[in-house]
């Protein structure tokens, strides 16, 4: 099946840009996604970006795909305090069920 | 909209009780899922339906959990009887076809 892998951890400084990875293993994955979990809060869609494209760019948020090395990232640009929370990878393939990689925890420091 | 709804927030129950949880789409969309998140496994696809008819149930961990999707505006994911492991927060989540998959704020689930 699926095998989606991310870092578990990132710390940045407030301010400067925040590049969170993610592989994947299924070259058939039609979408992928970035979600951001707040503590005790549910899943919230960030973005997300078709597997025709190469980039996708919402204000602060840029997703790069590479589908060649079957890698996304997400980078956040100017950095704050706000945006510390558990941000996860997700793909969907052939079936219509995600498949998620394990978080990566974001922290930004003053 | 106001998103997908779950009931209740939280649960606190003994070993043996039956726990319902329960999820309410947003409204429109024909696909809705039940998502399972611990530490040690993250997050776990446990069941969708599509137009209310469950489609992969692949990942139900075993016969004690059960899903039901009564209409188009409501579902509920059972366990009984419930053990200590089943402690977990439980999401739902729901789309239409294609598109982004949008959660609930789920319910964490504690059985002692």
């Known amino acids: 099946g699926e095998d989606v892998e991310q870092s578990l951890f990132l710390s940045v400084r407030e301010g400067d840009s925040s590049v969170i990875n993610c592989t994947y293993t299924?070259?058939?994955?039609?979408?992928l996604y970035w979600y951001k979990q707040e503590p005790g809060a549910g899943l919230q869609l960030l973005t997300y970006?078709?597997?025709?494209?190469d980039m996708k760019q919402d204000q602060r948020l840029t997703v790069l795909l590479n589908k060649k090395d079957k890698h996304l990232s997400l980078r956040i640009a100017d950095t704050q305090t706000g945006d510390s929370a558990i941000y996860f990878c997700?793909?969907?393939?052939?079936?219509?069920?995600?498949?998620f990689g394990s978080g990566t925890q974001l922290t930004v420091l003053p | 909209d106001a998103g997908v709804i779950q009931s209740p927030r939280h649960e606190v129950t003994e070993m043996g009780q039956e726990v319902t949880l329960r999820c309410k789409p947003i409204?429109?969309?024909?696909?809705l899922f039940w998502y399972r998140q611990t530490m040690m496994r993250g997050l776990e696809l446990l069941i969708y339906?599509?137009?209310?008819?469950?489609?992969?149930d692949s990942g139900m961990p075993e016969d004690r959990f059960s899903a039901k999707m009564p209409n188009a505006s409501f579902s509920t994911l059972k366990i009984q009887p419930s053990e200590p492991r089943d402690s977990a927060v439980y999401f739902c989540?729901?789309?239409?076809?294609?598109?982004?998959?949008?959660f609930g704020n789920g319910t964490r689930l504690t059985v002692t």
């Open positions: 339906f599509n137009n209310n008819v469950p489609i992969d």
């Open positions: 989540a729901s789309s239409l076809y294609q598109g982004p998959l949008h």
């Open positions: 409204s429109g969309h024909d696909y």
């Open positions: 299924d070259s058939s994955s039609t979408y």
């Open positions: 997700a793909v969907s393939g052939s079936a219509r069920q995600l498949t």
């Open positions: 970006i078709f597997s025709n494209m």
